[in-house]
């Protein structure tokens, strides 16, 4: 029967048939058969045998798993703060109607669009004390290199500093479009009640700008736990196991041990990770500003 | 712009600043392009030689003359220029079917999509490993593009975009005699080519720059992107192997990338706030 | 010949009845107007005539064809958006050709056809715009150019005139009238302005509450309002209503005591009216005059002085409290706080017994 806009029928999902058979295969079915993997014991030669919460329990007693695991929150948090705070100040100075602002804005993005392959490539030379950039200055005003790569000390900082290099670009432009959303009549008002720049900035522009800071911070906290290609190509996980992120971590078991279960194990856990701390992110934000919502 | 003091000009000192900050941001890059001008044995032991004459292009001949690295990027084209088309593809059906027509389970269906934002690609990868093995499809083309069609963002996307426009028109076209694939194809189709570009983009930029998945599916090195080819050739390097030819490695697999960003800036900058929605 | 016939048209969305019980039946070539406030039903059912929205029960024939199964592109009717809807990307020709070749018409029969409707629309040197380089006026035209293109044997037009400014309103009005009388078809318009259903329409349909409260010409549903809904939604300003108690005497027409003791001998009727039950007066302004004491029918307090420029609208209350609108001639000394002598005329009165329903003055003979 055909007839009237508004009749239910089939024919509709005709049209997202196409993409929910690529979602269930590619993506849903992957997502199940991970949680089923993870209880079992796979290893090179295939076949799966159940082992109840073995790679579980085994992941919490390896040390380089949990190692990888305090790595990557300390990465997140030299990460996330800094870039915060990097991006909003950028973001603050460049969000201008002048070419000026508009050129320097490509120019902080600019770096957003290379692969973590050239990014890494970049900064190794760089980093490297012996062929870097940083190397060659040093001893061009005579002092001593700092051994980025192969201190472990001074291993997470490169990771830091590469990857806030690398990502600078998209929360410096999500501020921008925050700012954009403060209407100017605001700070007309502000600057009426002779408000100074800095309370200006604390008590209209921070508050105006409270939904991007929770989204950027959410996203980046995201992003950096799951640091992968810097760590692996940069440092390779050391020295020492010092850099090696838990996505590294999963890699490593998966395609240099080939235990399939372990690794999946793993991985799940850092899935729960992500979801329990953006959700707890979310939630306590939104709660803590319940209420504030004057305009 | 209606934010504060957008005419006005900047203080010195935060002029300062933000030229400091461009410098920090462009000097790997200049070093980089410098390192490419280099000759390799110029280079051995003291790339300090980068800041001075004399410069070459034979790093860029030696690319140029077959090597594997061109190979790469042919990959790298088929793949992003595939998964976009794909993406699009498919993107552009769901939104029609989830925005504009109705039909059993519509909400169950699109909530369910949209659950699949949440997913990261940690989660799913090793199994899909598992499941294109199975399928043979490793070091494929089919075997690199698949992945990037399954996401939802871009179905999240394109139903936002065509739940805004008026539904008037799809009445218009009923009452003008049209088919349901007549209305997506000749009326709304033609309306979303602004989201089409800027979630094409997008695409593209995603999968050229993909890392993880091509690392593990890609493993012969005639079907490395150039992403993955870029990662083995920096593990592979040895100082003798020749510094100034792998930085001109780098210069050219940027180089596609850079034309990308700077003919779609626009829709680059508009993708990346578009996250923002979700 | 009927055109359109609707008998029993039900509607719900879920447990809220839209339309409940709706029959009509058109003349060939007749202009029917839908007019009522918002949520009264008749987009609805401007809508289960194209073919937009379904219906629950009933039947809809056009040309003694049932149509209200047939997909909307095949029903033989053409529709005139209220936003036009016209397909943004497409030139002027392509918008009104689209639905010609969705139904396989000839490529030099489309040409005929945009060609013949451009140029009664005088929409000729427009043809190869897009319709975002057009002012709303000429997008309107382009619309209706779209729906004569099909020769549809209805029209619909849903709130055709509402986006226009209003001296483009008055013209595209005309131009309206003009094409009605060029076209062989029907015409349905959905409105909410009663200056457009009067001006336009051969019959006005109004509509509230899911129901057709009247249908007739323009004239008599101002002069002759089915029930108080029809006597107060049409008219501007609105008719006074007013609670009356009959007074029993043995004349042929009614006559009534308004709430502060007045009495007004009106022309209907005394036989037509119920028995028993309460009874109510409708005066239009233009029935309340401002008088001189002696000529007066009761008095009032004025509250709100309007002027118009030819007339002077009164706004009072008796000394019951009830409110009445009065007219005065346009330089009117009329003050805010005055106490006025209103004189009603008694032979324009309605009355409305306790069903609302109206009773009228017998018809003038013509």
Known sequence: MRGGADRRDWSGLLFVLPFLTAYLIILIYPLLSGMALSFQRVDLFGGGRFVGFDNYARLFADETFVRSVLNTFALALMIVPLLTVIALSLALALNRATRGAAVFRGVFFSSSVLSVTIVTLIWRFVLAPDAGLLGETAQAIGAEPIPFLSHPTWSLWALAITTIWWSVGLPMMLFLAGLQQIPGDVYEAAALDRASRWTTFWRVTLPALRRTLVLVVMLQTAAQLQIFGQAQLLTGGGPGGSTRTMVLFIFESAFARWELGYATAAAEILFLLIVLITLTQYVTTMRASEGEDGR | ?278 | MASLELSDIRKSYGATAVLDGVSLTMEAREFIAFLGPSGSGKSTLLRIIAGLETLDGGEVRLDGRRIDQVPPGDRGVAMVFQHYALYPHMSVRENMAFGLRNVGVPRDEIERRVADAARVLEIEVHLDKKPGQMSGGQRQRVAIGRAIVKHPKLFLLDEPLSNLDAALRMRTRIELAQIRSRVDAAFIMVTHDQAEAMTLADRIVVMNDRKIQQVGPPMEIYSRPANTFVARFVGSPAMTLAPVELVPDDGLYARVRLGDGAEIETRVPRSELPAGGTLQIGLRPESVAVAANGAATTQAKVELVERLGERTLVYARLSDNRAITAEDEGYSRVNVGDTVGLRIDGAAAHLFDAEERGYHAEARPE
Request: with cysteine; charged share 10%; net charge positive.
């Open chain 2, 1 to 278: 712009m209606a934010a504060e003091a957008s005419r006005s000009r900047w203080s010195p000192l935060t002029l300062l600043a933000i030229l400091l900050a461009a410098a920090v941001m462009l000097a790997p890059l200049i070093w980089t392009l410098l390192l490419s001008l280099k000759e390799n044995e110029a280079l051995i032991g003291n790339s300090g030689a980068a800041l001075s004459p004399p410069y070459t292009l034979e790093n860029y001949r030696s690319i140029l003359q077959g090597n594997q690295v061109f190979r790469w990027l042919v990959n790298s084209i088929i793949v992003s220029g595939g998964t976009t088309i794909g993406v699009l593809a498919l993107c552009s059906l769901a939104g029609f079917g989830f925005a504009r027509l109705d039909f059993p389970f519509r909400r169950t269906l699109f909530i369910f999509v949209l659950l699949g934002l949440a997913i990261p690609e940690q989660a799913v990868i090793l199994p899909q490993h598992q499941l294109f093995a199975d399928l043979r499809l490793h070091n494929s083309y089919p075997g690199l593009i698949l992945p990037g069609l399954a996401g939802p963002f871009g179905v999240f996307f394109m139903t936002q975009y065509m739940r805004a426009i008026p539904k008037e028109l799809d009445e218009a076209a009923m009452l003008d005699g049209a088919s349901r694939f007549t209305l997506f194809w000749k009326v709304l189709l033609p309306l979303t080519m602004p989201a089409q570009a800027t979630l094409g983009v997008f695409t593209f930029l995603a999968s050229w720059n993909a890392y993880w998945w091509p690392l593990i599916s890609a493993t012969r090195s005639d079907m490395y992107t150039l992403t993955v080819g870029l990662a083995a050739a920096q593990m592979n390097y040895a100082q003798t192997s020749g510094l100034g030819f792998l930085m001109a490695q780098a210069v050219f697999a940027s180089i596609p990338i850079f034309i990308v960003y700077v003919l779609f800036q626009k829709q680059i900058v508009r993708a990346m706030a578009g996250t923002a929605v979700r």
